[in-house]
Nanobody, 121 residues
Framework: VQLQASGGGLVQAGGSLRLSCAPS????????MGWFRQAPGKEREFLAR????????NYADSVKGRFTISRDNAKNAVYLQMNSLKPEDTANYYC???????????????WGQGTQVTVSS
């Protein structure tokens, strides 16, 4: 599975961006897509995930109410709509593909190159 996130850029605080991710290649077994981010000197942070089937979603508390994950099964694409952006949202954003492994856990086997989001104050 190949992944590439796109849509990042420079935006002022309070602005919005929409990230896109389109997995390609052999996607057998993949049933969940997630968005993560990593800022310099910080650990990678989970943001949101969505199931390909059914579309159920989960969000990190840090982005709940501001970010929305969605999917387009016809286009085989996943999006992250980011509103009310803050300077602390500045990071490299990644999409990942994986599978539900039970007990509320997910394993992300495929990662794409990130897209940089910079929020100016």
């Amino acid at each position: 599975v190949q992944l590439q996130a796109s849509g990042g850029g420079l935006v002022q605080a309070g602005g919005s961006l929409r990230l896109s991710c389109a997995p390609s290649g052999r996607t057998f077994g993949v049933n969940v897509m997630g968005w993560f981010r990593q800022a310099p000197g910080k650990e990678r942070e989970f943001l949101a995930r969505i199931m390909w089937s059914g579309g159920s979603t989960n969000y990190a508390d840090s982005v709940k109410g501001r970010f929305t994950i969605s999917r387009d099964n016809a286009k085989n694409a996943v999006y992250l709509q980011m509103n009310s952006l803050k300077p602390e949202d500045t990071a490299n954003y990644y999409c990942a593909a994986g599978r539900f492994i039970g007990a509320g856990r997910y394993q992300y086997d495929y990662w794409g190159q990130g897209t940089q989001v910079t929020v100016s104050s």
